[in-house]
């Protein structure tokens, strides 16, 4: 973007060396204004890229956040899972042990 003003103002430099003194200003205030317009624009483009990067990070923070929660929440719902197969696992073997207890009952009768 320079490059394209830097040439213009070239441009109108070599042009104004022919013309009236009330042109040259007029040719001077305009390529000025350009240049004055060209600078806010890359402000302009500046702050949103600014805004843009911290959105993205704000976004990238509550991603992991949900990711987090989610993963807990997995956590627990596997360690519930484990605890309630191992009672049940445990009450099996209660129960085997005391129809087994019956049955060597039964059978020394």
Do not use: Y
């Amino acid at each position: 973007m320079r490059k394209i003003i830097i040439t213009a103002m070239a441009a109108t430099a070599f042009s104004l060396a022919a013309c009236s003194d009330k042109t040259q200003d007029a040719a001077a205030d305009a390529a000025s204004s350009a240049a004055d317009d060209a600078a806010a624009a890359g402000d302009t483009v500046a702050q949103g890229a600014a805004d843009a990067a911290d959105a993205t990070a704000d976004a990238a923070k509550d991603a992991g956040a949900t990711v987090e929660g989610a993963a807990n929440d997995a956590g627990n719902a596997v360690e519930g899972t484990v605890n309630a197969a191992g009672d049940a696992a445990a009450k099996a073997g209660d129960k085997i042990a005391d129809e087994t207890k019956k049955a060597e009952a039964n059978d020394k009768k």
